[in-house]
């Protein structure tokens, strides 16, 4: 009897199944209508203040304070920008804040840096003692240390001089905190030990590595001090007069007032003139305070 082999072909093993994607993977995600309704409804609502600072710098003072109060721009935007100019030296007010917010902004912004590395990665006796009482010292109300400040300045000879406003705040609290939080989490420990084995100084690991690291929390920190130096007015305008060299927003306390009444268009038009050189900022600074802010939330 003859033996029929079996000549049907092995079957090959069949491939590993392939996992399967989410139809919505890699696929790019666009804001629905709601979303921009909202997004609208929230631009109007924060633009609108600044909008009517200026319908309000285009009328009289009459009749910004009728009621109700104009909604469209007038025709004295021009002569009340001129009078408000003139009447309080707005030029000189305008350098003088520019100085003392940009040298209160730089030196603070060095010395919260600094002080935000030795807390974060030096190891000293007493540093979490001495990190609390920094901190601490963000409870004590400024009008407290208004006196003795006063009395300080006055026998220096520094009343109505813009160091009795820029020394006071050469660093702040807050922005040693504020640093040494971002220092704790993107400056490890592992990079400031290498670069001392490789020899490197205490300076120029600061330079070299701090710094750079540091960068996108410095740009923050120095935006948020230069805004709160350019509108501060509670000391200065205790320090200042606004005859002698006033910043802004003490030259605006004297602005409008004649005849036993307040201008209340001048006074706008003063505010508006403050306002600009921000909105400036912001618009020339804001691509790169974001993109650092992006670039230090990215981790590896």
């Keep these: ?50 909008y009517w600072n200026v319908v309000a710098a285009s009328h009289t003072g009459e009749r910004v304070v009728e009621a109700p109060a104009p909604l469209l721009p007038g025709r004295r935007l021009l002569d009340n920008l001129s009078f408000a100019w003139n009447q309080v ?32 990665r030096l190891p000293f006796r007493g540093r979490g003692m001495l990190l609390s009482l920094v901190v601490a010292t963000m409870t004590i109300p400024p009008q407290l240390s208004v006196i003795p400040l006063y009395q300080i300045i006055t026998d220096l000879g520094w009343f109505d001089q813009l160091q009795s406003v820029v020394l006071p705040s050469l660093v702040a609290a807050f922005g040693v905190f504020f640093m040494r939080q971002f220092l704790v989490e993107a400056l490890p420990t592992e990079l400031v030990e290498a670069a001392r084995m490789d020899g490197a100084h205490s300076l120029r690991i600061i330079w070299h590595v701090v710094f750079p690291v540091a960068r996108p929390a410095m740009a923050v920190l120095g935006m948020l001090v230069f805004v709160q130096a350019w509108n501060d007015f509670f000391w200065p305008f205790i320090a200042l007069t606004p005859d002698g060299n006033p910043t802004l927003q003490v030259a605006l306390a004297g602005l409008g007032a004649g005849n036993h009444t307040v201008d209340h268009a001048v006074v706008l038009t003063g505010a508006l003139l403050s306002t600009v050189p921000l909105l400036l900022v912001f618009a020339f600074l804001g691509k790169h305070i974001v993109g650092g802010i992006t670039a230090g939330a990215v981790k590896s």
């Design 1 to 50: 009897m003859t033996r029929t082999l079996d000549t049907t072909p092995v079957e090959a093993a069949s491939p590993a199944p392939r996992r399967r994607l989410r139809p919505s993977a890699g696929r790019q995600h666009h804001a629905g209508p709601l979303t921009y309704v909202l997004l609208v409804v929230a631009a109007v609502v924060s633009l609108f203040p600044l």
């Design 89 to 120: 030296d707005m030029g000189e007010a305008l350098v003088n804040t520019t100085i003392v917010a940009s040298l209160v902004a730089l030196s603070t912004v060095l010395f919260s840096t600094l002080a935000g590395f030795a807390f974060a």
